[in-house]
């Protein structure tokens, strides 16, 4: 086994994005994401890579989006203001079908609000982040550990549906530093046939686009692209269960906020009290089938978002509201404490 390296979150991510073989990130800074470029602006030199902070976020995705055409792993980070930028370009991605993947280190808003943590870009992540009918894969880590495995694992879907991901994240997870070991590398068996690599008279012509002037031809395109979104849901989903064999009450968190719901459950149980969580490691797509099993065992759900609420709407619909879900928020930058969660299930019961 490999041995534990110290390393934060965003430093961890950037390292697994090169062990996942990207050799082309683009960037623009922003707080609290900064350490993946500038980690990124270290090594890619070395290892024969690209590295290029562009002059602005809306520069930085359409340069992924040109290296991405090639077949090459292609990425880029930013934090919530920086992504809203990039979400046109996030639509041309979908649009041309187009592996790579995103990086948001989510902080506090709307606007510009603060540097501190938030998970209030759940909306944007999960409906599409751009204009238009398409998704892209999300994935929520709830440690460093988490980041780097999932790095892979976003690289490698996206590459195997053609098609964005997004490694939704957030400014304390990657700021904090924890033991990880680093994924080992994994060869790739995605099919890379559609990139622009060239024919050298060997094949037709590839053509990478996102328009369609025949209305026909782009109702096929998008009808096409959600024949793949339903297998994705069918077979891509990721959750984890924690103490839900006897559970009685259901808590739904995701990320760093996981991490606090655990500790107040495990206070919980102390007390006597039966309740478990059902953790979202992809929030799209959406693990509905635990939830909707959990809905015909427990009498309550509670979720632990940093922000209004928005998971919420995701739970009611996969349980189609056959039971109440209550709401443990801190919004603008504020985090719950493991007190205020065992306030919260203590209410439920």
């Not at 995705?61 to 809203?84: D, E, F, K, L, Q």
């Not at 719901?261 to 089938?289: C, H, S, Y």
């Amino acid at each position: 086994m490999s041995e534990k390296v110290l390393m934060k979150g965003n430093e961890a991510l950037a390292e697994a994005a090169i062990i996942a073989g990207c050799r082309h990130y683009f960037g623009y800074p922003i707080t609290p994401q900064t350490e993946v470029a500038a980690y990124m602006a270290k090594r890619m030199p070395k290892i024969g890579g690209t590295f290029l902070q562009a002059e602005s976020e809306i520069a930085a995705i359409n340069m992924v989006y040109g290296a991405a055409s090639t077949g090459h792993r292609a990425m880029t980070s930013s934090s919530s203001p920086g992504i809203s930028l990039k979400c046109e370009g996030i639509s041309y991605l979908a649009g041309a079908d187009l592996p790579a993947l995103i990086i948001n280190v989510q902080r506090g808003g709307p606007g510009l609000g603060g540097i501190q943590p938030g998970q209030s870009d759940y909306f944007l992540a999960t409906r599409g982040p751009g204009h238009g009918d398409f998704h892209v894969l999300v994935f929520a880590p709830s440690g460093v550990q988490e980041m780097a495995d999932l790095t892979l694992k976003a690289f490698d879907l996206a590459e195997k549906y053609r098609m964005p991901s997004m490694i939704l994240a957030d400014g304390t997870m990657g700021q904090m530093m924890e033991p990880v070991v680093l994924p080992e590398p994994q060869e790739s068996h995605n099919d890379l046939s559609w990139a622009v690599t060239g024919t050298n008279m060997e094949r037709e012509h590839n053509i990478v686009n996102s328009l369609y002037l025949q209305p026909q031809d782009l109702e096929d395109m998008n009808n096409q692209r959600f024949a793949r979104y339903a297998e994705i849901e069918k077979k891509e989903a990721m959750w984890e269960e924690f103490m839900m064999e006897d559970a009685e009450i259901c808590v739904v968190s995701y990320g760093i906020t996981a991490r606090i719901a655990r500790n107040a459950i495990n206070e919980a149980r102390k007390q006597g009290i039966k309740v478990g969580m059902i953790r979202p490691i992809t929030l799209w797509p959406f693990p509905k089938a635990p939830l909707a099993a959990a809905a015909d065992k427990v009498k309550h759900f509670v979720c632990v978002e940093l922000n209004m609420g928005q998971m919420k709407e995701d739970v009611e619909l996969a349980i189609s509201c056959k039971k109440p879900v209550d709401l443990c928020y801190r919004v603008g930058g504020m985090i719950p404490s493991p007190t205020e969660v065992l306030e919260a299930i203590k209410k439920a019961m």
